[in-house]
């Protein structure tokens, strides 16, 4: 590996690819560094029947419209073709195979410890991933378990379920559509769900919701977090007495706070009614052949999927005491020359907030680059 250059870009998602092309066209050099052999490893490893739930038009990246042909919607094998065309286009050359180990300060700098060795670089632009590290809570006696279990990771089609009793462990976007491929292809799928879920369909009166949040997103959020529930009961029904109570923060604070999205229903709300998919609350405890619920109710199971979420697992690169603050351009983040991008889970998608957020990174470093370039050349 080189041992200096003026950006470190760590991940070659589409965050990182992101920020690394609108440097490019600053004419900026940099290095990315990814700890897997291909970039976008995660989209390739999503379970086969992913789409994107945000609108092609606001889910590309800068300067490259997702091809005229592609769906409103874009599925995994196409998103991906669009990555490697992306890189491609750009000259984008990851280094693969290096695992970031150690970010700490260096004079002016930082200094970044991978895998074949130190790189010094003048910024680092963290691009890691929202989704790098499965979370895998515990549960009482799922050691005694003795069907299957996986994280949603590892989940790739309902193929090997075929004729099983599935429990999936979470409702959010991941577990809510892993129930539907599984009852569309002949398992029977229950999820337990935990606490209150915000439900919205794809498209609201034939608009796509990311272009409805959009909007919402001008008014009074109190206010809209008022409408949507009347709005949604006159879309999807009622939802409490299939078992799916809404939570006690409305729909846009608990993204704003808690950075949740709902769940987008891409036809789980019609299998819950039609009985194909079951409703469950949290489980209590596991047993050698289920498990137990919290309203005293037992279920037998083949298999338990959990869909439990992930973290972006980047604090335990970063020294002590370094906080690289908020996704995107901050104050903290430009004086220390530390950047995250792609961490901002919006209601206006995440692939639309990456690529806002790539090129107000690589702006602010071409500034501040110029800006050293010229204070080194002033006379004395």
């Known amino acids: 590996m080189d041992d200096t250059t003026p950006v470190a870009i760590i991940g070659a998602g589409p965050a990182g690819l992101a920020v690394a092309a609108c440097l490019r066209q600053a004419g900026v050099d940099f290095i990315i560094m990814e700890k897997e052999q291909q970039a976008a490893p995660a989209w390739r ?199 799916l109570k809404r939570p006690g923060q409305g729909l846009l604070q608990q993204i704003a706070v808690a950075s949740r999205i709902p769940v987008i229903d891409v036809g789980t709300i019609d299998k819950i009614r039609e009985g194909a998919i079951k409703v469950a609350p949290d489980i209590a405890e596991i047993s050698e052949r289920g498990a137990r619920f919290t309203d005293g109710k037992h279920g037998e199971f083949d298999a338990i999927i959990f869909a439990t979420g992930f973290r972006p697992g980047y604090a335990k690169f970063l020294g002590p005491g370094i906080q690289p603050g908020r996704s995107g351009v901050t104050a903290q983040a430009s004086d220390l020359g530390l950047y995250l991008v792609g961490f901002h889970n919006a209601v206006t998608g995440l692939l639309r907030e990456i690529a806002i957020e790539a090129q107000a990174i690589a702006d602010d470093i071409h500034h501040r680059l110029n800006r050293k370039k010229a204070t080194e050349i002033l006379p004395v």
């Not at 599925?75 to 491609?88: E, H, S």
């Not at 034939?206 to 949040?213: C, K």
Request: charged share 20%; aromatic share 10%.
């Open 45 to 243: 490893r999503h379970y086969e029947r992913v789409h994107l739930h945000t609108t092609k038009r606001y889910s590309s990246l800068p300067f490259a419209p997702f091809p005229r042909h592609y769906p409103r919607y874009v599925p995994r094998d196409l998103f991906v073709d669009y990555i490697d065309a992306y890189a491609q286009r750009f000259d984008l050359r990851p280094q693969f195979g290096e695992t970031v180990k150690a970010i700490a300060r260096e004079d002016q700098g930082w200094r970044v410890e991978a895998t074949s060795g130190p790189l010094r670089a003048r910024h680092v632009v963290i691009a890691s991933g929202y989704n790098a590290e499965p979370l895998r809570p515990g549960f009482t006696g799922i050691d005694t378990f003795t069907g299957k279990t996986l994280h949603s990771a590892d989940y790739r089609n309902a193929m090997p379920f075929a004729g099983q009793s599935v429990l999936v462990v979470g409702m959010g976007n991941t577990g809510a559509e892993i129930a539907l491929d599984l009852a569309e292809n002949g398992a029977k799928p229950t999820i337990s769900v935990r606490g209150g879920v915000h439900v919205v369909p794809r498209e609201l009166f034939g608009v796509p919701i990311q272009m409805v949040g959009m909007a919402a997103r001008l008014g009074p959020q109190r206010v809209n977090d008022a409408l949507f529930p009347i709005i949604l009961d006159l879309v999807l029904g009622r939802l409490e007495k299939y078992g």
